[in-house]
């Protein structure tokens, strides 16, 4: 009797992330099923906590062999990851931001692989910027931005600790946005990309200073 196997193969997408320690671990960011033939084996880990065709996931590996430490499935592709910018848990040590496909933003702490938080919030797939606390918690928070079905472009402001969102500001006449820079004194640059590609560039004075903090625009 011939054994059936399958095979099925998944991307890796984007640069390996380093993780330092002794050892030091990799992650990688995974799209989705590539090619798959009939098969009657289901294992290992990959096998064991299925990635969705559509979607995509988070892998970890220890660096000196290659031995899979944890996976986190998710049904939106994962895009960008960025391990370096913001201690969620304050741990002392960075954890990391992925964003993706479909609004995918969550947060994982890179050692064990826990979903720290995933957003409800649905953000453009690139990283958020980091701001200074405005929730009051101590922990640094996130400032993207949101489309809805009106094609309305908002600010978002995020908690760095939840996910949750904080406030919203609504930017009229901008079908995408795009944040330029965020300066230490509150004011963020942006370009605005109207209905006709048309490339606007804004400044607004945002105040960082606590959650009920009004928004003050200046446009340049």
Request: glycine letters at 8%; a neutral charge; aromatic letters at 8%.
């Amino acid at each position: 009797m011939v054994a059936k196997y399958n095979v099925i193969i998944y991307k890796i997408y984007g640069p390996i992330t380093i993780v330092p320690g002794a050892p030091y671990n990799l992650i990688f960011l995974l799209h989705g099923e590539q090619y798959r033939k009939n098969d009657t084996r289901n294992n290992g880990l990959i096998h064991q906590r299925q990635i969705p065709p559509e979607g995509g996931g988070v892998i970890s590996m220890q660096g000196n062999n290659g031995l899979p430490l944890w996976l986190v499935p998710l049904k939106r592709l994962p895009t960008i990851i960025d391990c370096t910018s913001i201690d969620i848990d304050q741990s002392g040590k960075p954890d990391c931001i992925v964003v993706g496909k479909q609004g995918l933003l969550i947060s994982i702490e890179p050692i064990a692989g826990t979903i720290h938080w995933s957003s409800t919030t649905r953000t453009v797939s690139k990283l958020p910027v980091i701001i200074p606390d405005i929730d009051a918690d101590n922990i640094e928070d996130l400032l993207s931005i949101a489309i809805d079905n009106a094609n309305t472009s908002s600010f978002v402001f995020l908690s760095g600790k939840t996910g949750q969102l904080i406030k919203s500001y609504s930017i009229y006449n901008c079908i995408s946005i795009d944040i330029y820079n965020l300066v230490s004194n509150g004011n963020i640059s942006y370009d605005c990309y109207d209905g006709n590609n048309k490339r606007m560039l804004f400044k607004y004075s945002l105040c960082f200073t606590h959650a009920a903090c009004n928004i003050a625009v200046t446009l340049y």
